[in-house]
């Protein structure tokens, strides 16, 4: 998978397209991370990328040039349709079924506004896809596009260790996931459920998806299916 990123701080990627699950995808080649910095773009001697919005009001505005610029050059580099994303709180909420839609396309062009946001038109004429990580506000949208590279990634085939984690983790099945215990057996008086000691696979599965849906309850309720069904939801 092909994954650009247009930005204003190309920098803050650098440390994290190295680290941990997404370095050793890069290392295996299941994923490639490129940044484009959006200044790069600017037409004038100040490099300006932004200005006041028309109408009043505090803050500038991204303006149209150096983005439409930036992703005309980013995908001509390339052969195939990619998925525009834009990160904007006004978009859809990320969810882990929207992860793996987005985990299957092979190239993702992710689009990082700052300031007050983009001027409209940018919305208007680039077509993407729209995705907020959550509903507060972040002074840009880096850390929103590190937060799906990071998602969309780990689903790759390869890039976990245990291909069994991603399906296992909290939201891959619609619900919370269940708690989990390693060594020692017994820390400050704290110890861990017999039935994990057990060596009985079918009683260990039976507990974990007992100890799941009881915790999605009490914790996510919102996660249960529509008409009270006591069961997480999948998709």
């Known amino acids: ?63 149209c040039g150096p983005v439409f610029a930036a992703l005309q050059q980013v995908e001509a580099e390339g052969t195939s349709k990619p998925t525009r994303v834009l990160l904007t709180p006004q978009g859809e909420r990320l969810t882990q079924p929207i992860v793996a839609e987005l985990a299957r396309a092979p190239w993702l062009i992710l689009l990082c506004g700052h300031y007050e946001g983009f001027d409209e038109r940018i919305r208007e004429g680039i077509d993407a896809r729209e995705i907020s990580i959550g509903d507060y506000i972040l002074s840009g949208g880096e850390p929103a596009a590190m937060v799906l590279i990071d998602t969309v990634v ?26 989990q215990y390693t060594r020692p057996r017994d820390f400050r008086g704290m110890t861990v459920p017999d039935v994990l000691l057990s060596g009985d696979h079918g009683k260990v599965a039976a507990w974990r998806a007992e100890q799941s849906l009881r915790r999605t309850r009490e914790r996510r309720p919102d996660l249960l299916r529509a008409g009270g069904a006591d069961s997480p939801v999948t998709g």
Do not use: K, Q
């Not at 085939?157 to 919370?176: I, Y």
């Open 154 to 179: 780990r689903l790759l085939p390869g890039a976990l260790g245990d291909e069994r984690s991603a399906s296992e983790d909290s939201f891959a099945s619609g619900g919370l996931e269940h708690p």
């Open 1 to 63: 998978m092909r994954i650009d990123v247009l930005t204003l701080f190309p920098e803050l990627f650098e440390p994290f397209r190295r680290s941990s699950i997404i370095g050793r995808a890069c290392e295996r080649g299941l994923a490639a991370v490129h940044c484009t910095n959006i200044r790069d773009f600017a037409t004038d001697r100040h490099r300006t990328v932004d200005d006041r919005p028309f109408g009043g009001g505090p803050g500038m505005v991204l303006t």
